[in-house]
């Protein structure tokens, strides 16, 4: 839970920032900031990728996930899901700009691949790197939406522990169930998808890494299929 806790505080920090200097910080400044982490990110997701012992189980398992999330279309939904809450909380006059703020700032630290893979990891192996990079992130994000959103943004940081902390617990469990073989290729498929968040971040080119989420999960059948026929390289 420590990623989760530090993810959480980086919220609450970066919005009380926000709201006291947010608009003194220049654009080139967070431009630059923004760009640094987003190298880190590559750093952090190239190391887990390389710890896979066989990279034929990545490439079935994003083949498979891909193909997966195409069909359902994850990121569309995702991208309806935010729609329809903010349509829902902004119907009325009464308190819009807090719950706007809240709802718009959930969306973006909850409703993301760093967030669902950061947590997995976290559970899975005790490693909170991803949540740390988040952390900067999503610290640097709320400086930013809180000086032209206003206070509703340090409320995001509640679904933000909810929702991450669900998912390290979850993985925690499985930790016990599954193999360490297992393990290590869904955070090695996982790490990929961190390159491509890192590629996001640096508009280097738009990957739809919610499409390939479903990839780390694959992962579990996949490597036991390939173990079982000592399909390796």
């Known amino acids: 839970m420590l990623g989760t806790i530090v993810n959480t ?37 190239g190391s887990m990728a390389l710890q896979t012992k066989n990279p034929l189980v990545i490439i079935a398992s994003l083949v498979v996930g891909g193909i997966l999330g195409e069909w359902i279309d994850i990121e569309l939904r995702l991208q309806h899901l935010g729609e329809w809450l903010e349509r829902k909380f902004s119907k009325n006059g009464q308190g819009v700009g807090f719950t706007k703020a809240f709802v718009t700032a959930s969306l973006i630290y909850c409703v993301g691949a760093m967030a669902i893979m950061g947590s997995l990891e976290s559970g899975l192996s005790g490693n909170h790197n991803i949540l740390y990079a988040k952390s900067m ?9 809180a000086s032209s959103m206003g206070i509703g943004v340090l409320a995001a940081a509640v679904p933000v522990f909810l929702y991450q902390g669900a998912i390290t617990l979850a993985a925690g469990l499985l930790q016990g169930i599954l193999s360490p073989q297992v393990i290590s290729e869904m955070g090695a498929t996982g790490g990929l998808l961190i390159v491509g968040i890192g590629i996001n971040i640096l508009e280097i080119k738009e990957i739809k890494v919610g499409n390939l989420l479903l990839g780390i999960f694959v992962a579990v059948p996949i490597t036991l299929l390939f173990t079982n026929l000592h399909l390796g390289m």
């Open 9 to 45: 505080l980086s919220i609450i920090v970066g919005g009380i920032l926000g709201l006291l200097f947010g608009n003194t910080l220049p654009d080139k400044i967070k431009r630059t900031v923004i760009q640094g982490i987003g190298l880190a990110v590559l750093l952090i997701g």
């Open 137 to 145: 992130l999503d610290g640097i994000s709320a400086i930013v939406f």
